[in-house]
């Protein structure tokens, strides 16, 4: 694939020399000879560069583009980054994160995420990240494929590196406000900036918002529960509703001109009503009502559509009251809090620069959620509490020669406690024990990563560079789950007062290797060869107790390598900017997990390959003679299929539909239809949350609208995303359709920026479009592998409804 991915870069080279190539080498600085404020800057290499100079398949979103859609979480960037499907989800690892058709399930709280963030530097894999508000940014930037050499820890699918403003050199401030009419969203922004002395600089930022949600909650105001005495209530009358506020704090000493440190820390808080909040039951094609779980009537307030009504309930007091953990009141509620503090230091010298990173990162969420609507009981409980520290350390050469270096290590240690009370029935209360509850576990980790890391550069004359270079990790977690005493009459399914303790220890060594053309100063050419890592351990989110060794609890290394080509070029006097990039990647063992909703038992384990192919491009044009008038566009086309890959089969699923291997039973003399099977062949299918093509097609005009220096900016964006499937299990109703949605803002801002007066609107087309699924226990599920099975009703992940924002803000 090598020798193909160079034949490839040739042929562009070639095909592009009649229109770029110019015989002025490539200066050396980033910036040199360059019109001011033409130029993107990114940090894909742990440096500051030009983005029409760096050899990687990225994806930059400005503050400034941020602001003018008001988007304030890493949710509402996946109409911004073409191929990036990301959601909240209620339990495991709170999030379904998947970039070009990889990802990891949001069940399993174990697994690090396949697309992990970074944000100021700190690398953080958890998942739950996705629930920081997002304020005061000053650039994201999304890279896609594995990235194994400059953030800190291995990754395999990509990551979201999130940048915040730093400290000004003269006094700013500015506060800003807003309302979301559908959500009936209020909200609050503002920053205070500037230097204490010639030496120091300090920024402090916040945010706060409250929402009662765009949902509709069609639950009854109360509900008889199946227990005398027992009685639920509606959560809320509307769903989705969410308070949340954070600050950031941030301080640059400069003690001499070869010297900065720059101390970033920040608290946040969100408080909603829990990730099945924003769910929605669909059910199979033919059922045009709920499943009646377990025997008991379905809920007569639930429909079977994705259409923003849902149903959702609280559980009643004597439940939540009677030990079972983290329950409070009865009410389904998400509970998550968040410090992190980074201390980075920059000393310049010769012939090295040393950079070292210091961070702690600490979040804890507590949580009650219903997966089954107010008619069936199926709620659980979860407190997770997670601990980081985390060293880096990076020389860079400066060097006078071609060759320069760059190598460093990484270290972090985690602590992670993942506890979890689950009610799935109507029983009575169990005297010995006090509870209701169905099974409680206490589960968690210990883990620590070590990795040193090398990378070489050498200018094969003033138009060509080769570098490369390799991290070497050592991973070790320690793992267990603990179950304990709960109602007896779940004892024989769910024992108490057992504990399975795993070790787990590996190693990898990613290479990765890049060269890059500069035919002129603004044009780039690439190839790359790379690989990337993510360690294995034990499912700590099964409800089931396995042993260690069965195949059930403990899960592999995913690893993933591969080439990409790309093209970055300005065109036309510098006013069209054109980035096209090609890939060719293969994940070996990806890390997947089911969920079995008859048992409530969770299986993780690896697939076996999956390959993921493809094209993506990115142009910016400001059209000559309009002044204020710019054309932008994105488009990804992806094709990620499973091959040598046999998994579980989804529930209810027939011989029929493909549940053929893995028998568990088989034909008697007396009983000829005895059989059933357990597993499916995934081989040659599409990943779930890949889509074919994703795009996105926008335009800026801004013009004056007074002859002091007011002006109009009015922006507008078109995305299309194809159809995929959101289920881990492929079950073959579990598709978003294609679907279309359109933003715009339109904004008045006053001379010198003072302040500004905002209209915006996103997904104005009204698209309730789903990111993930999970079966609902109980509900359907039966005869998986026979010839007359019954698939289960699902649980939908949601994304936000139209949105409307009038928003104003203020510079002083």
């Keep these: 694939m090598i020798r193909a991915s160079g034949f490839l870069l040739v042929a562009l080279s070639t095909t592009a020399m009649p229109a770029w190539a110019q015989t002025t080498p490539a200066p050396t600085s980033a910036k040199a000879a360059l019109p001011p404020g033409d130029d993107i800057i990114v940090t894909a290499r742990r440096h500051d560069e030009r983005l029409i100079d760096t050899p990687v398949a990225i994806t930059a979103v400005s503050g400034a583009k941020l602001n003018q859609y008001a988007v304030t979480s890493v949710s509402d960037l996946g109409t911004q980054v073409p191929s990036l499907i990301a959601g909240k989800a209620s339990s495991g690892s709170s999030a379904s994160i998947f970039?070009?058709?990889?990802?990891?399930?949001?069940?399993?709280?174990?697994?690090?995420?396949?697309?992990?963030?970074?944000?100021?530097?700190l690398a953080m894999s958890r998942g739950r990240e996705i629930s920081l508000p997002q304020f005061d940014v000053q650039q994201v930037e999304v890279l896609k494929g594995p990235q194994a050499l400059y953030f800190g820890k291995n990754t395999t699918g990509g990551l979201i590196s999130i940048t915040s403003n730093n400290p000004t050199d003269k006094f700013e401030a500015g506060i800003k406000g807003g309302y979301e009419f559908y959500a009936r969203q209020r909200y609050v922004e503002g920053y205070v900036s500037g230097p204490i002395s010639d030496t120091l600089k300090v920024r402090i930022a916040g945010r706060y918002s409250k929402s009662d949600g765009a949902f509709t909650n069609t639950a009854a105001d109360t509900y008889t529960n199946y227990i005398p005495g027992q009685e639920r209530v509606r959560n809320s009358d509307r769903r989705g509703f969410g308070e949340d506020g954070a600050v950031r704090g941030t301080v640059v000493w400069e003690p001499s001109p070869n010297a900065r440190f720059t101390l970033k820390a920040g608290y946040s808080s969100v408080q909603d009503g829990g990730g099945t909040d924003i769910i929605e039951?669909?059910?199979?094609?033919?059922?045009?009502?709920?499943?009646?779980?377990?025997?008991?009537?379905?809920?007569?307030?639930?429909?079977?559509k994705v259409n923003g009504r849902s149903d959702q309930s609280a559980i009643p007091t004597q439940v939540a009251d009677a030990n079972y953990r983290y329950a409070r009141d009865g009410h389904m509620y998400g509970d998550f809090k968040s410090e992190y503090a980074i201390l980075t230091g920059n000393i310049t010298s010769d012939p090295f620069d040393l950079t070292t990173i210091s961070g702690f990162y600490h979040f804890r969420q507590t949580d009650l959620n219903n997966v089954s609507g107010e008619a069936y009981p199926a709620g659980?409980?979860?407190?997770?509490?997670?601990?980081?520290?985390?060293?880096?350390?990076?020389?860079q050469s400066k060097f006078d020669g071609p060759f320069n270096l760059m190598f460093g290590m990484y270290y972090a240690h985690g602590d992670f406690t993942f506890n979890t009370d689950a009610y799935i029935a109507p029983v009575p209360l169990d005297p010995t024990t006090n509870t209701y509850v169905s099974f409680k576990?206490?589960?968690?980790?210990?883990?620590?990563?070590?990795?040193?890391?090398?990378?070489?550069?050498?200018?094969?004359?003033?138009?060509v560079e080769l570098s490369g270079g390799a991290r070497y990790s050592l991973e070790s977690r320690d793992s267990y789950q603990q179950s304990l005493p709960a109602n007896a009459a779940f004892a024989a399914a769910f024992p108490g007062d057992i504990r399975i303790d795993d070790r787990y220890r590996d190693h990898n060594l990613s290479p990765e290797a890049t060269l890059r053309w500069k035919p002129s100063t603004d044009t780039t050419l690439y190839a790359s060869y790379k690989q990337?890592?993510?360690?294995?351990?034990?499912?700590?989110?099964?409800?089931?107790?396995?042993g260690v060794d069965d195949g059930t609890g403990r899960f592999g290394s995913e690893k993933a390598r591969g080439e990409e080509v790309g093209l970055r070029t300005l065109l036309l006097d510098r006013r069209l900017s054109f980035n096209l990039t090609a890939y060719n990647y293969t994940y070996k063992d990806l890390q997947v997990q089911f969920f079995d909703p008859t048992t409530t038992g969770e299986v993780s384990g690896n697939a076996g390959k999956l390959v993921t192919r493809g094209v993506e491009a990115e142009f910016n044009y400001r059209v000559p003679g309009v002044r204020g008038l710019s054309f932008r566009g994105a488009g990804a086309y992806n094709q990620a299929k499973f091959h040598d890959y046999i998994g579980q089969c989804f529930s209810g699923q027939t011989i029929a539909e493909g549940c053929n291997l893995a028998p568990i039973a088989a034909p008697t003399a007396t009983d000829p239809n005895a059989v059933a099977y357990t597993q499916q062949n995934y081989g040659g299918r599409t990943a779930p949350k890949a889509?074919?093509?994703?795009?996105?097609?926008?335009?800026?005009?801004?013009?004056?609208?007074?002859?002091?220096?007011?002006?109009?900016?009015?922006?507008?964006?078109v995305s299309y995303t194809s159809r995929y499937n959101y289920s881990d299990a492929l079950e073959p109703f579990a598709v978003q359709k294609a679907y279309t949605k359109i933003d715009a803002s339109l904004a008045l801002v006053a001379p010198n920026n003072r302040w500004t007066l905002s209209v915006i609107g996103r997904n104005l087309t009204n698209k309730l479009v789903v990111t993930t699924s999970n079966d609902i226990p109980f509900a359907g599920g039966t005869g998986t592998g026979t010839a007359a099975g019954v698939a289960s009703d699902l649980d939908v992940y949601v994304e936000n409804p139209r949105e409307v924002f009038l928003e104003l803000s203020v510079k002083f």
């Design 99 to 121: 970039l070009r058709g990889v990802g990891s399930t949001a069940l399993s709280a174990g697994f690090d995420q396949s697309v992990s963030f970074v944000i100021d530097g």
């Design 281 to 304: 039951r669909l059910c199979p094609p033919g059922r045009t009502a709920p499943f009646p779980a377990s025997g008991l009537p379905a809920s007569p307030n639930a429909d079977c």
């Design 380 to 395: 659980f409980s979860e407190l997770t509490d997670f601990k980081q520290y985390s060293e880096e350390v990076r020389l």
């Design 441 to 463: 576990r206490n589960d968690g980790f210990s883990s620590d990563s070590l990795s040193g890391f090398a990378q070489g550069t050498l200018k094969l004359g003033q138009q």
């Design 532 to 546: 990337g890592f993510k360690a294995g351990g034990f499912n700590i989110s099964q409800t089931l107790t396995p």
């Design 691 to 717: 889509p074919h093509f994703a795009g996105r097609l926008g335009a800026t005009l801004e013009v004056p609208v007074s002859a002091s220096g007011m002006r109009a900016v009015l922006n507008s964006d």
